[in-house]
C-alpha cells in the first residue's frame, strides 16, 4: 500500500541497535560516554587553538574547523540515537528525519574538503617552508573553508532535494539509528534509479575529487621528505602528517563505503556509519592531541593557569 508521498507519514521508525531492553542500556552508556569524550575533547581543541596565540597558524586554524565539524556531525545523530533507546517507540518525525539526512551528509562532505585542504597545507609547509606564510595567507584559509562549507551543502542540497519527491510504502521501519539518504531510498516506493544515481555521482566525485588532492599533495610531500638528509629531520616531517593521515584513514574509509555501498540493511552499513559519524569524532581531538607536542604543551599550560585561578 502506498501512502501517497512522505507528507502523508507523520514518523520514521528507527530500530538499528537492538530490540534487547538489556543491550539498549549498555549501548546507551556505551554511546553517552564517547559522546561526552568527543564533546569534551574537540571542545577542548577549539578552547585551546582559540586561547594559545602561537596556535594561530594555518594548521590549527583548519584544526579548530575540524574540531567544530567533528562536534556538528556527532550532534546530529547521537542525542536522538541516545533518546530512542532509552523510549519504547523508537521514532523520527518525518522533518527530522529530512534534516537529520541533509545535517549529516553536508557536514561530511564539508569535513572531506577540510581533510583536504589540511593536505594542502602540510604540502606548502613542508615543501615550500619559505614562502609557507605568503601561500598559506588568512585570505586563503579562510576562503578554502568557505568553499568547503558551500560544496558540501550544495551537494547535500540537490540529494537532499531528490529525496523529497519520493513516496514511501506503509512499512516505515528503518533498520537503522539515524537517517542517512541510503537508508531512505530502500523504504521508498518510487523509482529510485535517479536519486541513486545523483548519490553515487555526487559521492564518487566528492570522494575522489578530495582523495586525489590529498594523494596529490602527500606524493609531493613524501618525495620532499625523502630528499631530506638528516634522519630526524625526516621523522619531524613525517610526525607533522601522522596525525592527518590517520583523520584521513578513518574517515573515507566508512564514510565512503557507506554511501557508495547498495542499501540491503547489511550489518555493514551500521558498522560504517557508526565509524564515521561517532568514532572518528572521538578519535581525531584523541590523535592530534597526544602526537602533537604543541598541542599537549599548551593543554598544559592551559590547566595550570585554571587551577592557579581556582585557588
Not at 4 to 24: K, R
Not at 231 to 246: D, V
Request: charged fraction near 10%; hydrophobic fraction near 45%.
Amino acid at each position: 500500500m502506498v501512502l501517497g508521498n512522505h507528507s502523508t507519514i507523520t514518523e520514521f521508525i528507527l530500530l538499528g541497535l537492538s530490540a534487547d531492553p538489556h543491550n539498549q542500556v549498555i549501548f546507551f552508556v556505551l554511546f553517552l560516554w564517547i559522546y561526552l569524550l568527543t564533546m569534551t575533547g574537540n571542545l577542548m581543541m577549539i578552547v585551546v587553538i582559540r586561547m594559545e596565540s602561537h596556535l594561530h597558524s594555518p594548521m590549527y586554524f583548519f584544526l579548530s574547523h575540524l574540531s567544530f565539524l567533528d562536534l556538528c556531525l556527532t550532534s546530529v545523530t547521537v542525542p536522538k540515537m541516545l533518546e530512542n533507546l532509552l523510549s519504547e517507540k523508537k521514532s523520527i518525525s518525518v522533518e527530522g528525519c529530512f534534516a537529520q539526512a541533509f545535517f549529516l551528509f553536508s557536514i561530511a562532505g564539508t569535513e572531506a574538503f577540510v581533510l583536504s585542504a589540511m593536505a594542502y597545507d602540510r604540502y606548502n609547509a613542508i615543501r615550500h617552508p619559505l614562502l609557507y606564510g605568503q601561500l598559506m595567507s588568512k585570505q586563503l584559509c579562510r576562503g578554502l573553508v568557505w568553499v568547503a562549507w558551500g560544496l558540501g551543502f550544495l551537494d547535500a542540497f540537490i540529494n537532499t532535494l531528490t529525496t523529497l519527491n519520493l513516496d514511501f510504502c506503509e512499512a516505515h521501519v528503518m533498520p537503522h539509528f539515524s537517517c542517512e539518504l541510503p537508508s531512505l531510498f530502500s523504504l521508498s516506493c518510487s523509482d529510485i534509479s535517479i536519486n541513486f544515481s545523483v548519490l553515487g555521482f555526487s559521492a564518487i566525485v566528492h570522494a575522489s575529487g578530495t582523495l586525489f588532492l590529498i594523494f596529490f599533495s602527500y606524493a609531493r610531500i613524501v618525495s620532499t621528505i625523502l630528499s631530506i638528509s638528516s634522519t630526524s629531520g625526516r621523522s619531524k616531517a613525517f610526525s607533522t602528517c601522522s596525525s592527518h593521515l590517520t583523520a584521513v584513514s578513518f574517515f573515507y574509509g566508512s564514510a565512503s563505503l557507506r554511501y557508495l555501498m547498495p542499501t540491503s540493511s547489511s550489518p555493514l552499513e551500521l558498522i560504517f556509519s557508526i565509524q564515521y559519524s561517532v568514532v572518528t569524532p572521538l578519535v581525531n581531538p584523541l590523535v592530534y592531541s597526544l602526537k602533537n607536542k604543541e598541542v599537549k604543551e599548551a593543554l598544559k599550560r592551559m590547566l595550570q593557569k585554571g587551577s592557579q585561578n581556582l585557588r
